[in-house]
């Protein structure tokens, strides 16, 4: 089974930032588009950043544009949510997802173990 793996978040204060980290299978890595996804409390899944596999074109959703960054190391297989001034608003446990970039979580085939970001007011 393919598991993505996820490593980073905790707790800040709003205005300070976090950098989230997903290891991928190298098939993985090199085939799917991938996508950060968060969900709040009583909240759906909602979509945040990704990055195509070709190209590294990146896209975001306009709650985020400008505050979050995705990027990706080939040589670890990692793919990065770099997150800056974080508000009260972007509390959620964040998911990295491979799969065809929709921005809609059905289409994501493989999955993270999720880790939570917590940000104070």
């Known amino acids: 089974q393919v598991q993505l793996v996820q490593s980073g978040g905790g707790l800040v204060q709003a205005g300070e930032s976090l950098r989230l980290a997903c290891v991928a299978p190298g098939a993985v890595f090199h085939s799917y588009n991938m996508d950060w996804f968060r969900q709040a409390p009583g909240k759906e899944r909602e979509f945040v950043a990704g990055?195509?596999?070709?190209?590294?074109?990146?896209y975001y959703d306009d709650s985020v544009k400008d505050r979050f960054t995705v990027s990706r190391d080939a040589a670890t297989l990692t793919v990065y949510l770099q997150m800056d001034r974080l508000t009260p608003e972007d509390t959620a446990v964040y998911y990295c997802a491979a799969g065809s970039g929709t921005r809609n979580p059905s289409d994501s085939r493989y999955w993270g173990q999720g880790t939570q970001v917590t940000v104070s007011s």
């Open positions: 990055m195509r596999w070709a190209g590294d074109n990146t």
